[in-house]
Structure formats: structure tokens, C-alpha cells
Nanobody, 114 residues
Framework: QVQVVESGGGLVQPGGSLRLSCAASGSIGGIRTMGWYRQAPGKQREWVANITPGGSTDYADSVKGRFTLSRDGAKNAVFLQMNSLKPEDTAVYFC????????WGQGTQVTVSS
């Protein structure tokens, strides 16, 4: 069984920062691609960013330059540093890991509001 667990969401004012964490455990068999999607109310789930086992990162245009995805050493654990947050970043953020299939976390709420 593979488990993916996120943490770090919350309420922040526009222009503020938040750091999301995600850790995967179980029979994963090595370092895997991980990343984040988000889903705002009434909208489809949207890809945010991902990081490969080699450390290469890719970002959606909507977050490029504001969000940074990093890996916690040689682990299946990642951090999403979110800066200059905007109200349109409000969503439930879901972490994922790809190993034969996509495993999802339960999601963490991020609300950007004054």
C-alpha cells in the first residue's frame, strides 16, 4: 500500500506565503515523480507542478515564478513553497506520486483572502 499525506494549508492574506509538505510511504521501490494539483470550488482539478526523480521541476504558467517545488533529500517527500499568493490560488491542493499508477493525498485547503 502507498500512502500520500499532505500538510501545511491554511488561511493567508493576498501577497503572503505558505509552505505545503507532502510525504509518501509504503512499497514505492525508489524515488518517484511527485507533484501537486489543485481544485478550486466549481472548477476542474488543475495541474500545478511536478518534480522528477532527477530533480527536474516543471510549473503551470499560473504559478511560475511564485511557487517553488523541492524534494526533501533522496526521499519521496516534497515541499511546495508558495509566495505572492493571490485570491485565485484558493483551492484544495492535492499531492500525487507516480509509481505504476497515480497515488493521491487527501488534499489540504489553501485560502487566500483578506
Amino acid at each position: 500500500q502507498v500512502q500520500v499525506v499532505e500538510s501545511g494549508g491554511g488561511l493567508v492574506q493576498p501577497g503572503g506565503s505558505l509552505r505545503l509538505s507532502c510525504a509518501a510511504s509504503g512499497s514505492i521501490g525508489g524515488i518517484r515523480t511527485m507533484g501537486w494539483y489543485r481544485q478550486a470550488p466549481g472548477k476542474q482539478r488543475e495541474w500545478v507542478a511536478n518534480i522528477t526523480p532527477g530533480g527536474s521541476t516543471d510549473y503551470a504558467d499560473s504559478v511560475k515564478g511564485r511557487f517553488t517545488l523541492s524534494r526533501d533529500g533522496a526521499k519521496n517527500a516534497v515541499f511546495l513553497q508558495m509566495n505572492s499568493l493571490k485570491p485565485e490560488d484558493t483551492a484544495v491542493y492535492f499531492c500525487f506520486l507516480i509509481f505504476a499508477r497515480t497515488y493521491w493525498g487527501q488534499g489540504t485547503q489553501v485560502t487566500v483572502s483578506s
